[in-house]
T-cell receptor, first 113, second 113 residues
Framework: DAGVTQSPTHLIKTRGQQVTLRCSPI?????VSWYQQVLGQGPQFIFQ???????GRGNFPDRFSARQFPNYSSELNVNALLLGDSALYLC????????????FGPGTRLLVL | AQSVTQPDIHITVSEGASLELRCNYS??????LFWYVQSPGQGLQLLLK??????LVQGIKGFEAEFKRSQSSFNLRKPSVHWSDAAEYFC???????????FGQGTILTVHP
């Protein structure tokens, strides 16, 4: 079975622009979580969606939003990009909504200039 | 609030030597504990996890970890390190309410031949 997939793999944007990142979970997984990993740090939790509803949100500004589709894939949107948004964005999927085993995708590396 | 501390930012060992990576956590209830490994520019791969039961857990690639509730620790060990183990290692804690994982800042492992 395919693992978690994310697109695009790399992205370059300029300050003020908007970006959409995509994630497809492992088949059968209904929970998708998003994490931001700034260089030199551990991943930081942004959102969790389960059965198309938001289950949790980390300490990120409203410029960050997400949604989950009926096929359980997910999009993360970031508006009004700042230089500090440059990071690796990781998507993780799991079958249950709890913090059980989460499987991570390869990430999308975003560079904001 | 949940938190994870990995006291060692960078560890260097010789190939064939034993390894112990430290992890201390803070969580209000019985936690879910994880160790992930990340190669440069890649996503996170799960090494092992602890949910309940036996406090010594075995993982992939010959790694093991021991949960010590009295010390709030979940240290990762390997008896003999291989050059391919060079990577960054993250300890994470999660709970039963929703899927948020809180990560430590990571420990970079360098292996000398």
């Amino acid at each position: 079975d395919a693992g978690v997939t994310q697109s695009p793999t790399h992205l370059i944007k300029t300050r003020g622009q908007q970006v959409t990142l995509r994630c497809s979970p492992i088949s059968g997984h209904k929970s998708v979580s998003w994490y931001q990993q700034v260089l030199g740090q551990g991943p930081q939790f942004i959102f969790q969606y389960y059965e198309k509803e938001e289950r949790g949100r980390g300490n990120f500004p409203d410029r960050f939003s997400a949604r989950q589709f009926p096929n359980y894939s997910s999009e993360l949107n970031v508006n009004a990009l700042l230089l500090g948004d440059s990071a690796l964005y990781l998507c993780a999927s799991s079958f249950k909504p709890t913090a059980e085993t989460q499987y991570f995708g390869p990430g999308t590396r975003l560079l904001v200039l | 609030a949940q938190s994870v501390t990995q006291p060692d930012i960078h560890i260097t060992v010789s190939e064939g030597a034993s390894l112990e990576l430290r992890c201390n956590y803070s969580y209000g209830a019985t936690p879910y504990l994880f160790w992930y490994v990340q190669s440069p520019g890649q996503g996170l791969q799960l090494l092992l996890k602890y949910f309940s039961g036996d406090t010594l857990v075995q993982g992939i690639k010959g790694f093991e970890a021991e949960f010590k509730r009295s010390q709030s620790s979940f240290n990762l060990r390997k008896p003999s390190v291989h050059w391919s183990d060079a990577a960054e290692y993250f300890c994470a804690v999660g709970g039963t309410s929703y899927g948020k994982l809180t990560f430590g800042q990571g420990t970079i492992l360098t292996v000398h031949p």
